[in-house]
């Protein structure tokens, strides 16, 4: 029994090293779930759920739509880097076109955040379906690699995925994802979420 137990251990402290340390030439794979699927769409579903401003349990219906937000605006985010991240200077063209196509989908932009505003400021109900802010910037002391954090809202706060990606050729590889999904309660979720990425070694291992 007590092999079986530290067998367990060692297996468990592997998969913690490899969501902390990533090898080069290591990639995780980039999942097309919910890809193709209008991000506006999965925004008025999740619009049409209503809890009260106070309630920190998040609703059923709520759980799995805001997964796939996450994972549609992910993949937005991929799409958007294949095709514009390759250009030479800064990431501005990929932050704007990242906004364009939120606002084409009818998600109204405010500066270099996507915000989906209630209207109704009056009552005490909270509306799910806002995102935050969209963030795509590079990673210091790494030139290959590109992060990208996604804010969306739950009731009391916010919830906020971060994604790295990896230039191989003329793709963005997703090397990295952080994201809490299918927490029962709004404090599971990523609220106060930093992130911090040290130099590469002489193997090209990093920690974040």
């Avoid at 955040?113 to 790494?142: C, F, P, S």
């Avoid at 590109?146 to 969306?152: D, G, L, N, R």
């Avoid at 009391?156 to 590889?173: I, N």
Wanted: with cysteine; proline share 3%.
């Amino acid at each position: 029994m007590n092999r079986w137990i530290v067998l367990i251990a060692f297996v468990f402290l592997l998969q913690l090293e490899f969501t902390a340390v990533i090898e080069a030439g290591t990639t995780l794979p980039q999942s097309d779930e919910a890809g193709d699927i209008d991000i506006a769409q999965t925004v008025r579903s999740l619009r049409k759920i209503k809890t009260h401003g106070l309630d920190t349990m998040v609703p059923i219906a709520a759980k799995p739509l805001l997964t796939t937000l996450k994972r549609q605006l992910r993949n937005l985010i991929s799409r958007t880097l294949d095709s514009y991240g390759n250009r030479p200077g800064n990431l501005d063209a990929v932050q704007t076109v990242l906004l364009q196509e939120l606002q084409k989908q009818g998600i109204a932009l405010e500066k270099s955040e996507v915000m989906v505003v209630d209207n109704n400021q009056i009552d005490n109900d909270y509306t799910y379906g806002d995102i935050r802010q969209i963030k795509v910037e590079k990673l210091a002391h790494h030139p290959g690699l590109v992060a990208a954090t996604t804010t969306i809202g739950v009731c009391c706060g916010h919830d906020t995925s971060f994604y790295a990606f990896r230039k191989s050729g003329r793709h963005w590889e997703l090397v990295i994802a952080q994201e809490a999904d299918n927490y029962d309660e709004v404090s599971g979720a990523q609220g106060s979420f930093r992130y911090a990425v040290s130099p590469p070694s002489g193997t090209g291992r990093f920690f974040w």
